[in-house]
C-alpha cells in the first residue's frame, strides 16, 4: 500500500497539553495542565439552553450566528469597551474563539504571509497559522512582566509581514499588554499597513485593578483589527464552542463565509443559552469572576512559592508561569514529568509555549480549578521540598 497521511499531518500532531493531560489521567494525579475551568456555568446560561433544545432550536442558524447572540455581543462589547458594532454586519459568530481565529486566517491571510506572534505563546495560534500557510514569527516576552522591545518588532519585519497577533490577557504568560505598549503596536501596525488579530479570550480575568483595552478602540485602528473572543472562559463552557469574530464589514463578511464552510454554524440551542446570558448578567458577575481567580491565583503562586518554584505572578488570564530550573531533567518536559511522578500535579513543559529551546526551566500551570483542588495541588507541591 502507499497511502499514507497528508504532508499537513505534522502540523496538528500531539499537543503537549494533550500529552500531560492523558500521562495525568494514567495516574490520577491532578491536572494544572489544561485550561478547562471547573467553576460553575451561569444558571441562566443553562436553563436557557436547555429550554431552547425543548423548544426545538435544534437546526442550523445564519452562518454569523443568531441575530438575537450578536445582538447581546454587540451590547456586551458596548457596555464594557465602549466599542460601536454593528451587529448585523461587523460579527460573526463561530466555532469558538479557535473557529473565529481560523476562518480570520483563511479569509485575511495568504500562504508564505509572516505574522508576528509574541513569545511566549499559546500553541492553537502557531498551528492555526501553520496549518493556513502563513509563516509566524517571533517576538520574545521578557519575565517578569513580559516586556518587549518595539526596536525587536522592527528587526523582523520585511515586505512579507501581513499581520500580528496579541493575546491580552495572555496564555501562558498572563500579561495584559498596557495602554501604552498597544498605542505602540498601533502605530507600528499602521506604519507597516498590517492587520491585527487580538484574542481577547481572558478578557473578563483581570488581576490587581488592571484594565483590558481592546486594540480596535484605539484611534485608526478599526479598520485593520479583527478581534476574536467567546464565551468558553467567561461562562465555563469551554465544550460548548462559541466564540466570535469582530471587524469591518469588508472582512466578516468572507470570515463568515469560511465560517460557513468549516462549521456551518455553531451549536444553535448553545447561542441561545449564551445570548441569555450577555443580556442578563450584571456587571458584579464579571467583577466577581476577576476577584475569584484573583484568590486563585494568590493560592497557587504561594503553593508555587512554598515549594521553590518561583512564579512569574500573572497580571490576568488563569495560568502561571514558574520557574521549575530546580527540578532534576534534561529539559521542561523531563522537569514536568518529574514533577508528576514526584507529586502527582500535572503541569504543561516551558517548550510548549517557545519555538526554540528558551522555555526549558519554565512550566505552565492553570488555576482554573476549584478552591479544595488548587489547596490539595499546593500541598503536593509542598512535599518536593522533603525529597
Ligand atoms: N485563545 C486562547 C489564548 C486560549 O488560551 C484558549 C483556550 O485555552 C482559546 C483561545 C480557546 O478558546 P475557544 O474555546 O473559544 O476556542
Same mark, same amino acid.
Given at each position: 500500500m502507499t497511502l499514507k497521511l497528508?504532508?499537513?499531518?505534522?502540523?496538528?500532531?500531539?499537543?503537549?497539553?494533550?500529552?500531560?493531560?492523558?500521562?495525568?489521567?494514567?495516574?490520577?494525579?491532578i491536572n494544572l495542565s489544561q485550561g478547562v475551568c471547573d467553576t460553575e456555568i451561569p444558571l441562566s446560561v443553562r436553563r436557557e439552553a436547555q429550554e431552547a433544545?425543548?423548544?426545538? =432550536?435544534? +437546526?442550523?442558524?445564519? $452562518?454569523?450566528? /443568531?441575530?438575537e447572540l450578536r445582538e447581546a455581543i454587540a451590547v456586551k462589547q458596548k457596555?464594557?469597551?465602549?466599542?460601536?458594532?454593528n451587529s448585523e454586519t461587523e460579527i460573526i459568530v463561530s466555532a469558538g474563539a479557535t473557529g473565529a481565529l481560523y476562518c480570520a486566517c483563511l479569509a485575511l491571510l495568504n500562504p508564505e504571509d509572516e505574522?508576528?506572534?509574541?513569545?511566549?505563546?499559546?500553541?492553537?495560534?502557531?498551528?492555526?497559522?501553520?496549518?493556513?500557510?502563513?509563516?509566524?514569527?517571533?517576538?520574545?516576552?521578557?519575565p517578569p512582566d513580559w516586556s518587549f522591545l518595539m526596536a525587536d518588532l522592527e528587526k523582523i519585519v520585511t515586505s512579507?509581514?501581513?499581520?500580528?497577533?496579541?493575546?491580552?490577557?495572555?496564555?501562558?504568560?498572563?500579561?495584559?499588554?498596557?495602554?501604552?505598549?498597544?498605542?505602540?503596536?498601533?502605530?507600528?501596525?499602521?506604519?507597516?499597513?498590517?492587520? =491585527?488579530? +487580538?484574542?481577547?479570550? $481572558?478578557?473578563? /480575568?483581570?488581576?490587581?485593578?488592571?484594565?483590558?483595552?481592546?486594540?480596535?478602540?484605539?484611534?485608526?485602528?478599526?479598520?485593520?483589527?479583527i478581534t476574536i473572543s467567546g464565551l468558553s472562559k467567561t461562562f465555563s463552557i469551554t465544550g460548548w464552542r462559541i466564540g466570535y469574530c469582530i471587524c469591518d464589514a469588508r472582512w466578516a463578511q468572507t470570515i463568515g463565509y469560511f465560517s460557513d464552510l468549516v462549521y456551518v454554524c455553531a451549536p444553535a440551542p448553545l447561542q441561545t443559552g449564551v445570548a441569555k446570558g450577555l443580556l442578563t448578567l450584571e456587571t458584579s458577575y464579571y467583577e466577581n469572576l476577576s476577584n475569584e481567580y484573583a484568590k486563585k491565583r494568590d493560592l497557587i503562586c504561594n503553593g508555587l512559592s512554598m515549594a521553590g518554584l518561583?512564579?512569574?505572578?500573572?497580571?490576568?488570564?488563569?495560568?502561571?508561569?514558574?520557574?521549575?530550573?530546580?527540578l532534576p531533567g534534561k529539559?521542561?518536559?523531563?522537569?514536568?514529568?518529574?514533577?508528576?511522578?514526584?507529586?502527582?500535579?500535572?503541569?504543561?513543559?516551558?517548550?510548549?509555549?517557545?519555538?526554540?529551546?528558551?522555555?526549558?526551566?519554565?512550566a505552565r500551570f492553570c488555576f482554573a480549578k476549584d478552591d479544595d483542588v488548587l489547596a490539595e495541588a499546593c500541598g503536593r507541591l509542598a512535599s518536593l521540598k522533603s525529597l
Open positions: 497528508s504532508a499537513r499531518q505534522e502540523w496538528v500532531m500531539q499537543s503537549e497539553i494533550r500529552n500531560m493531560s492523558i500521562e495525568c489521567d494514567r495516574i490520577g494525579g433544545i425543548e423548544s426545538g =432550536v435544534n +437546526t442550523y442558524t445564519h $452562518y454569523a450566528g /443568531f441575530q457596555k464594557f469597551t465602549g466599542m460601536k458594532v505574522v508576528i506572534v509574541f513569545e511566549p505563546f499559546y500553541g492553537y495560534h502557531i498551528s492555526t497559522l501553520v496549518a493556513t500557510g502563513a509563516v509566524p514569527v517571533y517576538v520574545r516576552m521578557s512579507k509581514t501581513r499581520c500580528i497577533i496579541i493575546n491580552s490577557p495572555a496564555n501562558p504568560s498572563g500579561k495584559v499588554f498596557t495602554e501604552t505598549e498597544l498605542k505602540q503596536l498601533a502605530d507600528f501596525a499602521a506604519r507597516h499597513d498590517l492587520f =491585527v488579530f +487580538t484574542d481577547e479570550i $481572558y478578557e473578563h /480575568f483581570l488581576y490587581d485593578g488592571r484594565i483590558h483595552i481592546p486594540p480596535a478602540t484605539l484611534p485608526g485602528m478599526w479598520d485593520r483589527t518561583k512564579p512569574n505572578i500573572p497580571q490576568g488570564a488563569y495560568y502561571v508561569l514558574a520557574d521549575i530550573s530546580s529539559n521542561s518536559k523531563e522537569r514536568a514529568m518529574y514533577l508528576l511522578r514526584k507529586t502527582g500535579v500535572a503541569c504543561v513543559p516551558g517548550e510548549a509555549f517557545y519555538h526554540d529551546d528558551s522555555g526549558e526551566y519554565l
